[in-house]
């Protein structure tokens, strides 16, 4: 089985940045998108950023748009997040999808392969 490991979450002031990183590890596949979840406690999973290799297109949650960057590669992905706020606080989660299933890289259910999270903590 193809895995994903996280890195790169740790503690950060309010306006920090951090860059979290996903290395696919296994048998390595290209993918249909990319992207980067969260999930803070007693919230659900939320779409964060996400790439279509098809269409090459990037897409971001309204709460992070001009903050978060995704980029990377079929090996690796990256989410450079700047200007952080407490409320970016939460396990975030890299995943990869191998086909088209539903089209919308926004759903989780989209998504074929899982990291097992980072925990980000910003401070006021």
């Known amino acids: 089985q193809v895995q994903l490991v996280e890195s790169g979450g740790g503690f950060v002031q309010a306006g920090g940045s951090l860059r979290l990183s996903c290395v696919a590890s296994?048998?390595?596949?290209?993918?249909?998108?990319m992207g980067w979840f969260r999930q803070a406690p007693g919230k659900e999973r939320e779409f964060v950023a996400a790439?279509?290799?098809?269409?090459?297109n990037t897409y971001y949650a309204d709460s992070v748009k001009g903050r978060f960057t995704i980029s990377g590669d079929n090996a690796k992905m990256y989410l450079q997040m700047n200007s952080l706020k407490p409320e970016d606080t939460a396990v975030y989660y890299c995943?990869?999808?191998?086909?088209?299933?539903?089209?919308?890289?926004?759903?989780?259910?989209?998504?074929?392969?899982w990291g097992q999270g980072t925990q980000v903590t910003v401070s006021s």
């Open positions: 995943a990869t999808s191998v086909a088209y299933y539903s089209g919308n890289l926004k759903s989780a259910s989209e998504y074929d392969v």
């Open positions: 296994g048998r390595t596949f290209s993918t249909y998108g």
């Open positions: 790439f279509s290799w098809s269409a090459g």
